[in-house]
Every structure is written in C-alpha cells, then in structure tokens.
C-alpha cells in the first residue's frame, strides 16, 4: 500500500518562498514519474508540475518560471520549491504518481497560504 506524506506549506507573504516536501512508502518510487497538484477552495483539483523517473521535468503555465520539481530517489522523496508566491497559489498541496496512471491513495495534503 502507498503511503504519501506532504510537508513544509505555510502561511507566506507574497513574494516569498516555500519548499514542500513528500515522502513515499510501500513503493519501488524511482521507476514513477512523480508531480505535484494542487487544489483551491472551490476549485478542482490541477496538477502544477511533474517530474519523470529519469529527472525530466514539465510545469503548468501558471508556475512555470517560479516553481521548481525536484526528487531524491535514495530518499523515497519529491520537493517542490516555490518562489514569488502569489495570492492564487493558495491551495492545499498534494503530491502523486504523474498523470496517465491510475493515482494512488492521496495523502493530506499540505496548506499553502499566499497572503499579506
């Protein structure tokens, strides 16, 4: 069974920075091409960025620049690291196997909070 374990959101000013962290268990996690979701008060659930096995990453427009996907496979973990934060990327954080597979069990998720 996954087990998916998202970390490091917060409340940030806009403007600032976050890395957020998530750990897998029960998976052989380095042959799974990996991305990070997001999901807004009333909104869908999107997918913001994701990273292939072999380190090959893709980011949604709305990021792409200021947010960087990243995986240490010895660790079982991806990161995102998120800079100039605005107020529209207040959402709750998720991480999971890239589109195109059948997810996995998602975890809790992690608050981030863009606001002055």
């Known amino acids: 069974q996954v087990q998916l374990v998202e970390s490091g959101g917060g409340l940030v000013q806009p403007g600032g920075s976050l890395k957020l962290s998530c750990s897998a268990s029960?998976?052989?996690?380095?042959?799974?091409?990996m991305g990070w979701y997001r999901q807004a008060p009333g909104k869908q659930r999107e997918l913001v960025a994701h990273?292939?096995?072999?380190?090959?990453?893709d980011y949604a427009d709305s990021v792409k620049g200021r947010f960087t996907i990243s995986r240490d496979n010895a660790k079982n973990t991806v990161y995102l690291r998120m800079n100039s934060l605005k107020p529209e990327d207040t959402a709750v954080y998720y991480c999971?196997?890239?589109?195109?597979?059948?997810?996995?069990?998602w975890g809790q998720g992690t608050q981030v909070t863009v606001s002055s």
């Open positions: 029960g998976v052989i996690f380095n042959i799974y091409a």
């Open positions: 999971n196997i890239a589109p195109g597979y059948s997810s996995w069990d």
């Open positions: 990273i292939t096995s072999g380190g090959t990453t």
